[in-house]
């Protein structure tokens, strides 16, 4: 049972575009949502992450609009470039309990930014 | 992901050989973590080790599967008589505690494959 599904599974924008990846859960009990970003042959690195207590948070060029009524979350980059070219991960865990560790991560998405 | 370091990057092994991965942790670090991710997935959580302890193995295939942190040493994710279904992107992850950050950092991975 795939618990963080994710889409698109790829995403071809123009440089300056703003590609939209977005993630839906199933497991309410979910409250730590992150997004990572990986690059080929390299491990998954944090991008930015929310909790389910504020609808949108940014960092930089990066957004995360978060719906808890829909159990949806999407990330948004701003202004892309060629080097925001890489797959992209949403995830999702459970804070309490001691099971943070546990993250569950959608399939991801290969964004290209085109120049 | 600095700092969360793997060997060896590649390894290629034939049915049946046994597989073994290394990673220590970043400095100040306790918490060790391994996923795993296949082809065009998304990575999936094995275990969880403190020092001399396994956490939670609830990930781990019941078979040929072993994990280990010694109280000297790195962390190693052994792999008996591997299958070509074994072959896949092994990430080690570690934190300094559970605390409600969350901030799990990643390794560069170990690429398995199985000829």
Same mark, same amino acid.
């Given at each position: ?44 690195? =944090?991008? #930015?992450?929310? &909790? ?11 957004? #995360?609009?978060?719906?808890? @009524?829909?159990?949806?979350? @999407? ?23 001691? @099971? ?9 998405? =290969? ?5 | ?7 060896? &990057?590649? =390894? ?11 990673? @220590? ?12 991710q296949l082809p065009e997935e998304g990575?999936?959580?094995? +275990? ?27 962390? #190693?994710? &052994?792999?008996?008589?591997? +299958? ?19 901030? #799990? ?6 690429? =398995?494959? +199985?000829?």
């Amino acid at each position: 049972q795939q618990q963080v599904k994710q889409s698109p599974q790829s995403l071809i924008v123009q440089k300056g575009g703003i590609p939209i990846i977005n993630c839906a859960y199933e497991n309410t009990a979910f409250d730590y949502f992150p997004w990572y970003q990986q690059f080929p042959g390299k491990g998954p690195a =944090l991008l #930015i992450a929310i &909790r389910p207590d504020v609808s949108e948070k940014k960092e930089g060029r990066f957004t #995360i609009s978060f719906n808890k @009524s829909a159990k949806q979350f @999407s990330l948004h980059i701003m202004d892309s470039q060629p080097g925001d070219s890489a797959t992209y991960f949403c995830a999702a865990s459970i804070t309490g309990g001691g @099971s943070n560790y546990k993250l569950t991560f959608g399939k991801g998405t =290969l964004l290209t930014v085109n120049p | 992901n600095a700092g969360v370091m793997q060997n060896p &990057r590649h =390894l290629v092994r034939r049915r049946g050989q046994e597989a073994r991965l290394r990673c @220590s942790p970043m400095k100040g670090h306790s918490h060790v973590y391994w996923y795993r991710q296949l082809p065009e997935e998304g990575l999936k959580f094995m +275990v969880y080790l403190q020092k001399e302890n396994i956490i939670d193995e609830s990930g781990m295939p019941k078979e040929r599967f072993s994990a280990e942190f010694p109280k000297e040493g790195p962390s #190693i994710l &052994r792999i008996q008589q591997v +299958v070509r279904g074994d072959s896949a992107a092994y990430f080690c992850a570690s934190s300094r505690q559970l605390d409600s950050g969350n901030t #799990i950092y990643f390794g560069e991975g170990s690429w =398995l494959t +199985v000829v």
